[in-house]
């Protein structure tokens, strides 16, 4: 059975999460998707909370940590992504996009993307259309139809468990993830040292020369 890998990004800062809760729900949901179209799930979930001090440092000195490094290569090798991002002031939080700042350009070109994000209100709903698409956009990703915004009264039953309105966005969001990944060959990611620039070509706009 062909294989798929499928990193879903939870980008939610406490624990228990909300937004990695949305995440798991997705996740399991795209898993059952790629099932049915005949594919075997490789699925990892990365809490960026795990990496937050680790995003600083690289930003800083240009060089990840070795946990860093392992996630932001499963990103790369990935063939779908789901990403979820709690809304302070109406957009992402700032952990976030540092997680998506660091990805190499041109990472997510052509990836199927599900864009999804909690907060306390609907009224945050309409940042997946207005703050994550267009950021997954210029990355050059494919951003799937359906997005799924999930409030405080979305989740049911003590925050454990989605209520039937989510459940059905749930379900048409990894739907049509699942039907993207399908559609495409595994992914290959690039090693940009598989091709290195020759040294006389790194020299030739010196003077001289």
Known sequence: MPVRRLVAVSAGLSQPSSTRLLVDRLAAAAETGLREAGLEPRVRVISVRDHAQDLVNNILTGFPSESLREAIDAVQGADGLIVATPIFTGSYSGLFKLFFDVLDRGTLAGMPVLVAATGG????????DHELRPLFAYLGALVTPTGVYAASQDWGRGATA?????AVRIGRAARELAAEIAARPARVAIDPFDHPVPLDDLLGGLPGR
């Open 121 to 128: 209100t609907a009224r945050h709903s309409l940042a997946l």
């Open 162 to 166: 989605a209520a039937p309105a989510l």
